[in-house]
């Protein structure tokens, strides 16, 4: 609540100031044949703060810094011809409104906020997104042919100081295979039964906000009446899309199922690509005999795998019902470095029933099936494997090779991508407005005179 507030606040001061034009239109910063204006500034910052982040002036010297490097990567990619779709630009501006109306607590509530409508918004921000699509495709074309070799990986970590290498905790490579229950349609109809109960409710005049709040299982809308604000065509399951798009303002769907139970929807408003609905959700909860069949299809998975006759990663691509982890072959990413897609995880950031279901296992071995809650609250059974296991130690290129090469190649990129910059912007006109000359992050983007002053 107080952070909401504070976005309102924060916001609809942008907007005053936009309304009284206060040097809000001023130029910030000159870059070639393109200016950076103070409302692109404060419209990044508007959106840094939609993002939930506390307010910070100084995130502005940030901002501004960014802004500089995307002119000069956008002004490189004309020459080279680096080009972005219309659809891969719509996809980002749409990815980011959906942010921004969940940040805000709804589409209503966002528009109140801006002073204009999403659809406003989104043209405002279009040719910014465009812009910054280009840059980041210019960007990855620079460090496209970037490679490291083993010799590379060495001469890097001989020149770190000894005293200066880092200290790993135990680190683990776990898989799993994942089995939740199958319903028949007999047990799936007392929920959709519920559903549908409450569907022709609706349909007698009961209303269907009240209905919503007392009966939908949907945490993120039950206590809105139902109500799910504004969406495109992207947002939701195909299931629940395809009605959402098909229906007229106030016609009521028939029951329907997703992967999430059964559900209803009424559609309430229609605005060019985007339609606005309210839903009821009845969950499906497995019975008891539901969880017997799951246990012994599970139970004949595991011992496939034990006796060798399926191998692990097959068992997880063929059965796991976990699609986060059977397309990786069972193994378990480390959540923290998503980007490098490491499965070595620090002991202490697994899940608390994976950490001591290895806990006193030997690498190599397999857990027997059990049951367990996802975090969404479904129950199901799953067994995992304990691929390696090492201890706490010093970083070593032994142990930690993959790791060490991670860290080289990014360094070499960084340095590779730093050099392109410097060539560029001692060729590149640049003027910055003496306001954020004393940003410390932008002393390398003015010239070599200005920059000693204001040491």
């Not at 409508?117 to 405002?124: A, C, L, R, T």
């Not at 279901?357 to 799953?382: H, L, N, Q």
Request: one cysteine or more; hydrophobic letters at 35%; a neutral charge.
């Amino acid at each position: 609540m107080k952070q909401t507030v504070g976005i309102l606040f924060f916001l609809l001061t942008s907007v005053n100031l936009f309304a009284q034009n206060i040097s809000i239109n001023k130029i910030a910063a000159v870059v070639g044949d393109n200016i950076i204006l103070q409302s692109d500034i404060e419209r990044e910052y508007a959106n840094y703060i939609l993002q939930g982040n506390p307010q910070n002036a100084d995130v502005k010297c940030g901002v501004l810094q960014q802004m500089l490097t995307q002119k000069l990567l956008s002004q490189q990619a004309i020459i080279d011809s680096v080009l972005v779709t219309d659809d891969e630009v719509s996809n980002e501006v749409d990815r980011r409104m959906r942010s921004f109306v969940q940040r805000a607590g709804g589409t209503e509530k966002l528009e109140q906020f801006l002073n204009r409508s999403v659809i406003q918004y989104k043209d405002e921000i279009r040719p910014d997104v465009k812009e910054q699509l280009v840059a980041n495709k210019m960007h990855s074309k620079i460090t496209e042919n970037i490679g490291i070799t083993p010799l590379e990986v060495k001469r890097f970590f001989d020149s770190i100081p000894k005293d200066s290498l880092p200290d790993y905790p135990t680190e683990v490579e776990v898989g799993e295979v994942v089995v939740y229950p199958k319903l028949t349609k007999l047990e799936k109809e007392q929920f959709r039964d519920k559903a549908e109960a409450l569907r022709l409710r609706v349909k007698a005049g009961e209303d269907f906000a009240t209905l919503a709040r007392l009966y939908s299982q949907d945490p993120g809308s039950a206590a809105e009446g139902g109500d799910l604000g504004f969406f495109d065509r992207t947002a939701m399951v195909k299931e629940f899309t395809a009605l959402a798009f098909k229906l007229k303002p106030n016609e009521l769907s028939p029951v329907f199922e997703t992967d999430f139970g059964f559900h209803f929807l009424q559609v309430l408003e229609r605005r060019g690509e985007q339609v606005k609905a309210r839903h009821i959700l009845i969950k499906m909860e497995a019975p008891a005999a539901s969880l017997v069949r799951t246990k012994v299809a599970i139970d004949s998975i595991y011992q496939n795998v034990v006796d060798k006759k399926l191998p692990f990663s097959t068992a997880a691509s063929l059965y796991s019902d976990n699609n986060d982890t059977k397309y990786n072959g069972g193994m378990l990413l480390n959540a923290e470095d998503v980007q490098s897609r490491t499965t070595f995880i620090p002991t202490d950031k697994l899940d608390p029933s994976v950490f001591f279901a290895i806990d006193t296992m030997k690498v190599g071995t397999y857990s027997r099936p059990y049951e367990f809650t996802a975090r969404d609250g479904k129950k199901g059974y799953r067994f995992v494997y304990l691929k390696s296991k090492t201890g706490p130690h010093k970083a070593n290129m032994d142990q930690d090779f993959p790791k060490i090469k991670e860290i080289a190649f990014q360094d070499k990129t960084q340095r590779e991508v730093s050099n392109w910059f410097e060539k560029r912007r001692v060729s590149t006109y640049i003027k910055i407005d003496p306001e954020y000359q004393s940003c410390s992050g932008l002393k390398m983007w003015l010239p070599t005179e200005t920059a000693q002053v204001q040491k």
